[in-house]
């Protein structure tokens, strides 16, 4: 396995090759806190199952990370409900735009899979279950604290607020899964569940450290805490592989292979299995939702280490 | 590594283990060849990337490979054209059955991936560019000749008439494509290729040692012959992993966390990169259209094995 | 033109005809309200351009019309914002369930037309243009008090009350409008007229005879007033026989031959162009939830008057 | 009724209002014989219930009539199967493009309606019932020269050529339904007598004499000859007004209110029940595939006449 001083050298290699794409694609301006990030932002940061960590750029700084919280309530409620969860979400790629409601409507209400919108809504009505708003954001919460070893990850209330304003769409399809039964509690009271942790502000550093225990089949390498089965782990990363870029998760295991999941503030945490979690975070996206040179990045770190998993 | 006796152990396991299992899904009936196959019928071949083969049950017994063709034609395709490819086929998971003509319709004739009928339609157009459909017959069977190291490989002449008797939904998906631009020879030329790629007759060795150089990073371990770079070995395992069994490549991924393309005769190749390719197959089908017990076995496999990517 | 006594005749001809169906079909339980009215009941009303009116069966008792008021409210908005109107709503039958959604993200959020639930929330909130919905709630009562000549004429509570309880589907098209730009008051307070306009309870007579002006090229015939113009009176028509029966217009032009419009109560709205308009009732709904016996009888009435247009 | 004066004067007044219009839209271009007609050609005529013709423009002039075949295939279809037609073809509109498939898929190959192109097919394979295609096309021309009473109607060879040459649309269409079980005659039979019916040049004038039986319940009121029954006439006038303009018909009940149904060639038939038909041509389409100045004409033919029927 790599030395520090090579993880080192590669987060800069990639971080320099990216210099001059800086500032590429959209970012994401439904939102007034989102749409002021500054687009020329990027970092990166990776630790490996042995415990150690290498960053560069603007690693240190918090951003929003939107659907990547996917990842955590998949893996508390699969921890909660086992394989239960799989009665009311499907587990194959969605073939549509990440927030679509056709393929609702086509099937009955049962999202494709727990890492588009709709299927997040019913893995977040599922650890709600009736139960009260406030206490599951703090657990939400708490789940990323301790898994990114770091007290201060906290959820930006500004932004949690401009969600609730503009979530229309995540509103139609709340109520529409509720139409067809697979919302259990209040539509509002999953919407604020979901726009919380969707507002959840973390760093380069404090990401790629909380998804570790996916890259160690379930089991935090740094406290040795059981977070998930191995079998979950392992299932999580397949979701993340076959679903975790929307439509263009073909794509990303195309050009990067490896197991990842994007967010609309323009971070992705990628798993190198066995190996090292990865977050990196630049603003502007592409057409299909992902960071631009966020994907790039990856596409480039897993070409310097040779960490594909194909 | 594994020792020849552990492999040779590890599938003697799995046979065993899928024992009781024999005979369940439904065989496809939709042309004779393929309705009279014994239901009851169970092969395993594993091949290493050191050269080491085991195998248990019908594993000598040769079998229709349908849609795991796909595979071969798509990695001559990527010699031929390289990059190119990509601007008449796509690269994300359809979320629709198999030979559905619908994405097809929404997206302009550009197929999702070159490993739905849709896409392996194009590719072998992309292979035949108006030549001589024969020729082109006798190409693909001699790569598959050359890359299972068994001259025997043959096309079922009976199996290839069916298809073209009953193959209408092909001939819909051919004629949706030259109506869009995305088949440049003629409709019955593609066809007579298609069908005939599908009729490919192999035993569950010759598979599995043909697609050992999709484990091996493009070169065959054996002949130490170079069948495609590195990176296009990676990105048809991508495919495969994300695309391979339909709509059900989730669900595959989810269970196995193998890149794998299975086919309507039964069949499944998977391949554990840098370890083995491993070919299954039992004729009775899932709803999904992939082999029952096949995908039971490959799990039981990954389970053994610990060679799942995840 | 037929006498008082044959049209008398006809509507009891009409009633007695339906009474060996009655019962048949499903009453519509989403809400307790409507799940308990007997599905026995059956009520038939006409009143012609010259005045006269005639009868049958439960022809005074005050049934929910439900979407029928989506062709109240259409001629309401086409009178405030004229053809404006389309900019925001299209002609176009939907080939779809009356509540699907899919079509309205497939046309950007323009749903198909102004009688399915997606366009009539349109019609609403163009009617509502951020005012005050109580206000709104009243104008469109007071029009069907004054085209139905009695003031007499109002809201059901329990049944507005429990629209808005279990209105899921409908909050997802108006919340899917809204991210679309395609509302522009509050999602709550367009819900809140929409689910008051369809509690609305009439009878068969005050039904047919709040119709009366599409029969007559927009005027009251009988108090002479212009509820709206020629050409839109035919067009409000034109849009009822191509889209008024949701996924069964062309069905019940093929049978009725006459512009017509259902609501889930069990009731249908039907216009005779210089004739006549005609109300039928009866609560037990067909698979595309038209009422069976309603439909039937008006296909009777069409025989035995002539009156389809066709 | 109008006065044969009045008649004349109502086409010449409709033929110069369209002058200024001439030429707009695009002409098909997807077979020469199509590509290369004057797109500033506008004929019109009309035949009235009690005999009189009125016509203007290029009345004598024979263009292709392409999809309005699709009316009087359906009429001989219903003489020959009566109400079983009905379960091998819907009578909704399609909300979909002309030629779509995707709804054909959804609906396991049953079309729509007998309007669109793959409803259709199946009209065409019903009328061939396995039999010769070349007696059919003689059986189908005859019953256009019958019906236009003009002997001289045939069938461009030209035309039918081309449309074979490119139908690779028509000819998805048609394998999909053979797919699905319902074309049971051999796709190319049926493809052959659907591009020659197509393919029928006859002149506004012969059209609309050919069309005047469903103008007066089904009987030719100049031969007095019942070519189908009262009912069925009334039927096929109300799947004209339903689905006549594939994507555009309840545009075209708004505008026009007559049934109609129009073909690429740019020739349209209206039907003014109890009252004429007409017959309209110019070859520039709208964007829904559908005569520019024809529908033009029509709307200002409704508003001279007062014929909409709403």
Redesign the interface.
């Known amino acids: 396995m790599e030395r520090v001083e090579d993880l080192a050298e590669i987060v800069a290699v990639v971080r320099r090759d990216m210099q001059a794409h800086l500032g590429r694609g959209r970012v994401a301006d439904y939102i007034p806190a989102l749409a002021r990030v500054d687009p020329g932002r990027f970092g990166i940061a990776l630790v490996t199952c042995d415990g150690r960590t290498a960053s560069a750029g603007d690693a240190q700084v918090p951003f929003s990370i939107q659907s990547i919280s996917k990842v955590f309530t998949l893996t508390m409620a699969l921890e909660k409900l086992g394989a239960d969860l799989w009665r009311r979400v499907?587990?194959?790629?969605?073939?549509?735009a990440f927030n679509?409601?056709?393929?609702l409507?086509?099937e009955k209400g049962i999202p494709?899979?727990p890492l588009i919108n709709a299927g997040a809504l019913v893995v977040t009505d599922a650890l709600l279950e009736r139960g009260d708003p406030a206490a599951l954001i703090g657990r939400i919460a708490d789940f990323l604290r301790l898994q990114s070893d770091d007290p201060s990850v906290a959820i930006d209330a500004e932004v949690a607020a401009s969600e609730a304003d503009t979530g229309?769409?995540n509103?139609?399809?709340?109520?529409?899964l509720?139409?067809n039964g697979n919302l259990h509690s209040a539509?509002d009271d999953v919407l604020r569940v979901y726009f919380n942790q969707c507002a959840l502000s973390m760093t380069c550093v404090q990401l790629a450290r909380a998804g570790l225990y996916l890259a160690n089949g379930g089991r935090d390498p740094v406290s040795l805490a059981r977070v998930t089965t191995p079998v979950r782990?392992?299932?999580v990363?397949?979701?993340m592989?076959?679903?975790g870029h929307y439509?263009?998760?073909?794509?990303f295991?195309?050009r990067v292979?490896l197991?990842g999941k994007s967010g609309v503030g323009g971070g992705i945490l990628a798993i190198a299995?066995r190996r090292a979690a990865i977050a990196v975070w630049s603003p502007g996206l592409n057409p299909a939702g992902n960071s631009y040179v966020g994907q790039m990045a990856l596409e480039r770190l897993a070409s310097l280490t040779g960490w594909?998993?194909?």
């Open positions: 499907g587990r194959e790629p969605s073939g549509s679509s409601i056709v393929q409507e086509r494709r899979n229309f769409r509103a139609s399809l709340a109520n529409f509720r139409a539509v782990a392992r299932r990363n397949a979701m592989m076959t679903c439509d263009a998760s073909g794509d295991a195309f292979g197991p299995p594909s998993v194909f």
